[in-house]
Antibody
Framework: EVQLVESGGALVQPGLSLRLSCTPSGFTFGDYAMGWVRQAPGKGLEWVTF??????????EYAASVKGRFTISRDDSQSIAYLQMSSLKTEDTAVYYC?????????????WGQGTLVTVSS | QSALTQPASVSGSPGQSITISCTGTSSDVGGYNFVSWYQQYPGKAPKLIIYDVSNRPSGVSNRFSGSKSGNTASLTISGLQAEDEGDYYCSSYTSSNTGVFGGGTKLTVL
């Protein structure tokens, strides 16, 4: 059974940094691209970032709203994905979901974690 | 990248069919067959129900179907059931190599 578990969400002050982790199970992590999607309280989904599998170059893409502040990475040897968030703003407050991209030739998220809450506030 | 445009809400009675539209541009919906749809219940993670415009993942009811014409994708739910009530989001790949979601549609089963 495919499972994704996020951790690392917290209350953090504006301007500071935070790292989220995504621990998968039930599939060969290195074979899949992984992404992060966020949802502000009471709002819709926002695509944040994804990282391709090493077989597809391990390259990354970012939404304009986080580019230059957020960094996605992966450690295939430990089967874990990270989202490093810096220079956090109040508008980054959201539930952050880790999700697997179902097909290296496509861009849909087929499995999602339960989410971890990041609150940016002074 | 602007969010894709979805109606804020739709409603229907049990047994009826409803369609949710998702309008983008030639740089996203119209340019690629990489449209996906997600169902979300309050307080829960989204669930994939349609991928690559019209494909259903294993285990998803065949009452859900997807299509696309030009810059607009559509999700149709036939034989509406009470359990279908929730929020629905479309998503598309974009020419910027990123993804984009729609604003979401709240489905109410009357």
């Amino acid at each position: 059974e495919v499972q994704l578990v996020e951790s690392g969400g917290a209350l953090v002050q504006p301007g500071l940094s935070l790292r989220l982790s995504c621990t998968p199970s039930g599939f060969t992590f290195g074979d899949y691209a992984m992404g992060w999607v966020r949802q502000a309280p009471g709002k819709g989904l926002e695509w944040v970032t994804f990282i391709r599998s090493k077989g597809y170059g391990g390259t990354t893409e970012y939404a304009a709203s986080v580019k230059g502040r957020f960094t996605i990475s992966r450690d295939d040897s430990q089967s874990i994905a990270y989202l490093q968030m810096s220079s956090l703003k109040t508008e980054d407050t959201a539930v952050y979901y880790c999700a697997r991209i179902g097909n290296s030739e496509s861009y849909y998220f087929d499995f999602w974690g339960q989410g971890t809450l990041v609150t940016v506030s002074s | 990248q602007s969010a894709l445009t979805q109606p804020a809400s739709v409603s229907g009675s049990p047994g009826q069919s409803i369609t949710i539209s998702c309008t983008g541009t030639s740089s996203d919906v119209g340019g690629y067959n990489f449209v996906s749809w997600y169902q979300q219940y309050p307080g829960k993670a989204p669930k994939l129900i349609i991928y690559d415009v019209s494909n259903r993942p294993s285990g998803v009811s065949n009452r859900f179907s997807g299509s696309k014409s030009g810059n607009t994708a559509s999700l149709t739910i036939s034989g509406l059931q009470a359990e279908d009530e929730g929020d629905y989001y479309c998503s598309s790949y974009t020419s910027s190599n990123t993804g984009v979601f729609g604003g979401g549609t709240k489905l109410t089963v009357l």
